[in-house]
């Protein structure tokens, strides 16, 4: 089962950028469905984005899209969140997470995901 690392976290200032990296190992990662969640003080595990094994395929939730872009390098065993535009709501823990089924993304939903990092802070403020 692979195992994972994120990286990348930090503090920046509202409309400025940051980019997250997941480093996988234990074997797998090439054909693992990957994603992204995060959990913001007090609140539940949200979905972020996800990708599919090869990186053709990916997803995004609503309050995210078209200022993260999910990406994934297989031969280096990793994956990444560049964020643009931050505000200050996407202040959480970020993990990354691999799950799926043959590689493909079935769902958004946290339970379709069956190996998690231990999560890194990105604190945005004004």
């Known amino acids: 089962q692979v195992q994972l690392e994120e990286s990348g976290g930090g503090l920046v200032q509202a409309g400025g950028s940051l980019t997250l990296s997941c480093a996988a190992s234990?074997?797998?990662?090439?054909?693992?469905?990957m994603g992204w969640f995060r959990q913001a003080p007090g609140k539940e595990l949200e979905y972020v984005a996800a990708?599919?094994?090869?990186?053709?395929?990916?997803y995004y939730a609503a309050s995210v899209k078209d200022r993260f872009t999910i990406s994934r390098d297989n031969a280096n065993n990793m994956m990444y969140l560049q964020m643009n535009n931050l505000g200050l709501e996407d202040t959480a823990v970020y993990y990354c997470?691999?799950?799926?089924?043959?590689?493909?993304?079935?769902?958004?939903?946290?339970?379709?995901?069956?190996?998690w990092g231990q999560g890194t802070q990105v604190t945005v403020s004004s």
């Open positions: 990708i599919g094994w090869n990186g053709e395929n990916t």
């Open positions: 997470a691999a799950g799926g089924r043959n590689g493909v993304v079935i769902s958004t939903k946290s339970r379709d995901f069956h190996s």
């Open positions: 234990g074997g797998g990662f090439s054909v693992t469905a």
